[in-house]
């Protein structure tokens, strides 16, 4: 008999728990429907015979226990449960640790040291190797150990006994290659951007003097096409609350989060470049200030049409910090529209509600291909911006978040959950919890991929120039303006 379901995905009952030889698993009641496969089709509806089954889910469990979880009791392949794990394993356990249980795994079933039958003997030893081969292309860099690679070294003499010519073979091997060769040793310490790509270079034929001089949509641009090389490049586990606080540190399998670390970077140096900009010349005039004020909430405008969210913040944030907000004589010389359109703006990440309005936008844009210009809020402040609006609402492109958000649900998840029962064991819905985030993360990514920006290199020179104030020369500066109150 074959099962059929009403529906794309059978509704759930939960039944109750169950603990079973150091692992807790969480068991749903499914309900669902059988038909005789030898019955002629005219006549199947007749013959349809209904099942409640039990579902399985692991709650809490050793590692050994986490690891078998893997494959289901008849060897099939958990493929949620194994792209919830993969993400997030590196909380409570290092690559060479899981990678020694899954290896002992499949040797015990190839020995039969474990009691399966014939078919389902060989349903296990498949899908522990294709969980091998989806650890080793999706995640390459927990395999980065040089100089010895032993864990690659492993793979490649554990395939060659048991699975001899296969791929998994194969990919150790050439995966071993490459990084000997050094092709990949970037990925671990390199999460710059390279604006001397001769494919992605695009070098206008301008003398930047000032931010004045660049039209807004280029400047926007630049700053998407940085904040989208890194987002791209963002490792989502890095993000895990136990990572980016690096409370594990003294562990030996600790891993910085060197990829958060550039993009955070990056929104600095934005915010930091902002301030400077407006601050940099201590005798300049309130009405010359303000153009630049307005020069920045111009180019957050188009940020905003362009669905970056990381240097939208950026501006907003440092707009709203103490050295500029007191330049009571220069927002005064902002053109009153101009100010209301900030306010707009940084309405988007107001931290009431737990930034509903930034997660809202997160939700209605995320996917989408293209911004949505009916959907800009208070119409009336937007209204000199249609055009420029339609303009961008034939472009495709994808969303950058401010990552700060997720980084704050990571770290909450993080800090309000255990790691651990009280029994010792690991706490896996702590890890489920977590993956829904990252798994936001990961389709933010996906969609990135529809932006088609080239880099401007001359502009790039230019930004990374801009001297950047520490609070003590801001106070400073401010000090040697008259545009300030105290």
Same mark, same amino acid.
Request: net charge positive.
């Given at each position: ?26 068991v749903?009641?499914?309900?669902v ?9 005219s ?13 399985k ?5 050793t ?18 449960y ?56 999706m ?7 040089p100089?010895?690679?032993l ?9 060659a006994?048991?699975i ?13 290659l ?8 970037g ?12 494919s ?72 930091l ?6 601050l940099?010349?201590?005798?300049l ?14 180019i957050?405008?188009e940020?905003? *049409?362009?669905?970056?969210?990381s240097? =939208?913040?950026? !501006?907003? %944030? #440092? ?7 007191? +330049? ?22 107001s ?22 210009a009916v ?21 495709m492109?994808?969303t950058?978040?401010? *990552? ?5 649900? =990571?770290?909450? !998840?993080? %800090? #309000?959950i ?6 010792? +064991? ?22 990135a991929?529809?932006?088609?920006i ?10 990374n ?6 609070e ?14 105290c």
């Amino acid at each position: 008999m074959n099962p059929i379901t009403d529906g794309l995905q059978p509704s759930l009952k939960l039944w109750g728990e169950e603990e079973i030889d150091g692992a807790i698993y969480t068991v749903y009641l499914k309900k669902v429907r059988y038909h005789h496969t030898s019955i002629e089709s005219s006549e199947q509806i007749s013959h349809l015979e209904w099942e409640t089954i039990r579902v399985k889910m692991i709650k809490a469990g050793t590692l050994e226990k986490l690891v078998e979880s893997l494959t289901t009791d008849t060897g099939e392949l958990e493929s949620t449960y194994m792209n919830i794990f993969l993400s997030t394993y590196r909380s409570f356990a290092s690559p060479s640790q899981v990678l020694s249980i899954l290896l002992n795994r499949y040797e015990q079933v190839h020995n039969e040291g474990l009691q399966f039958s014939s078919d389902s003997k060989d349903q296990h030893k498949r899908t522990l190797e294709k969980v091998l081969l989806v650890w080793l292309d999706m995640y390459p860099e927990d395999f980065y150990e040089p100089p010895q690679y032993l864990s690659l070294i492993k793979i490649k003499e554990f395939a060659a006994k048991y699975i001899p010519g296969g791929v998994l073979e194969l990919r150790a091997r050439h995966r071993l290659l490459k990084y000997k060769k050094g092709e990949f040793a970037g990925f671990t310490n390199n999460h710059t951007v390279d604006f001397c790509n001769g494919s992605k270079l695009k070098s206008l034929s301008l003398n930047y003097l000032s931010i004045l001089d660049i039209p807004d949509r280029e400047f926007a641009l630049q700053l998407t096409y940085t904040d989208n090389e890194l987002f791209k490049k963002l490792v989502p586990y890095q993000c895990l609350g136990a990572a980016w606080s690096r409370r594990d540190k003294a562990s030996g399998w600790n891993i910085f989060p060197s990829t958060v670390t550039a993009t955070v970077n990056q929104f600095n140096a934005v915010s930091l470049r902002v301030i400077s900009t407006i601050l940099s010349d201590p005798l300049l005039k309130a009405a010359n200030r303000a153009r630049i004020v307005t020069k920045w909430i111009n180019i957050a405008q188009e940020l905003r *049409l362009l669905k970056n969210f990381s240097s =939208l913040k950026a !501006i907003t %944030a #440092a707009l709203q910090s103490n050295s500029i907000h007191r +330049l009571s004589k220069v927002w005064l010389s902002v053109p009153r529209e101009k100010i209301e359109v900030f306010s707009e703006l940084a309405k988007i990440f107001s931290e009431e509600n737990n930034q509903t309005n930034c997660r809202e936008l997160l939700i209605k844009e995320g996917s989408a291909k293209f911004v949505n210009a009916v959907g800009l809020s208070n119409k009336q402040c937007f209204k000199g911006l249609e055009k420029i609006a339609n303009d961008h609402a034939c472009t495709m492109q994808g969303t950058i978040p401010y *990552l700060g958000t997720f980084l704050t649900d =990571l770290t909450m !998840i993080d %800090a #309000a959950i255990p790691d651990y029962l009280p029994n010792g +064991l690991i706490n896996f819905d702590k890890k489920r919890k977590e993956f829904e985030t990252l798994a936001q993360i990961k389709l933010l990514q996906s969609a990135a991929n529809s932006y088609d920006i080239q880099a401007n290199k001359e502009f790039q020179t230019w930004f990374n120039s801009i001297p950047v104030f520490d609070e003590k020369e801001r106070y400073c500066k401010l000090k040697r303006s008259s545009y300030y109150f105290c």
